[in-house]
């Protein structure tokens, strides 16, 4: 079975802290994305990686970086966190099967920016 | 900018009743995939469709995609307590890589 795990389930941070977000993956996936989930807007991809070292940026990278240094893990960062960056975070890894691409995601970082 | 929308956004049924939700994309999409999250849960992967027109059974589960491709449905007959969640359907914009999430569907089941 495929296993992605985050660093926490629950965070709380203040204004302006810089926050680390963690995801490992246990299946050798070369992809692995970060997403947000807000309610009534789904997920929303923030940054992506195809391999280790490479980045590329998602629908809403603006207040975020990321950081892939091993091909196991994927760091998200908020540099200086806000207040609308509360939500829930969700690290996926991603494996071609067939005909397909299957995305399996982690348990989810709720964060909450006070 | 690309939109895929889901209709509706809450559905409330009772047990044994039947449940569709409806999946929009303002593009064409090459593939469209399913979640469904369990409350406190994750997205899991329920299944892909590839082709226009294309119909899949999963059970008590029928997915379709529509022929433009920029539409899909998940309907549910006689729905169980256990399938509360959300649903999400998800598409790889043609001709990209590019990867969008529907905007998702909360099911509750009243027993």
């Known amino acids: 079975d495929v296993k992605v795990t985050q660093s926490s389930r629950y965070l709380v941070k203040r204004t302006g802290e810089k926050v680390f977000l963690e995801c490992v993956q246990d299946?050798?996936?070369?992809?692995m994305f970060w997403y947000r989930q807000d309610p009534g807007l789904g997920l929303r991809l923030i940054y992506f990686?195809?391999?280790?070292?490479?980045?590329e940026k998602g629908d809403i990278p603006e207040g975020y970086s990321v950081s892939r240094e091993k091909k196991e893990r994927f760091s998200l960062i908020l540099e200086s966190a806000s207040t609308n960056q509360t939500s829930m975070y969700l690290c996926a890894s991603r494996v071609w099967r067939t005909s397909s691409y299957e995305q399996y995601f982690g348990p989810g970082t709720r964060l909450t920016v006070t | 900018g690309q939109q895929v929308m889901q209709i509706p956004q809450y559905q409330h049924v009772q047990e044994g009743e039947d449940f569709t939700t409806y999946c929009n994309s303002s593009t064409t999409l090459s593939n469209i995939q399913w979640y469904k999250q369990r409350p406190g849960g994750h997205p899991v992967f329920l299944i892909q469709l590839v082709k226009s027109g294309e119909v899949k059974k999963q059970k008590r589960l029928t997915f379709q995609f529509g022929e433009a491709k920029k539409n899909s449905s998940l309907h549910i007959t006689a729905t169980q307590t256990t399938d509360v969640g959300t649903y999400f359907c998800?598409?790889?914009?043609?001709?990209?890589?590019?990867?969008?999430f529907g905007t998702g569907t909360r099911l509750k089941v009243l027993a």
């Open positions: 990686s195809y391999d280790v070292k490479m980045k």
């Open positions: 299946m050798d996936h070369e992809n």
């Open positions: 998800a598409g790889y914009l043609s001709g990209t890589y590019k990867y969008i």
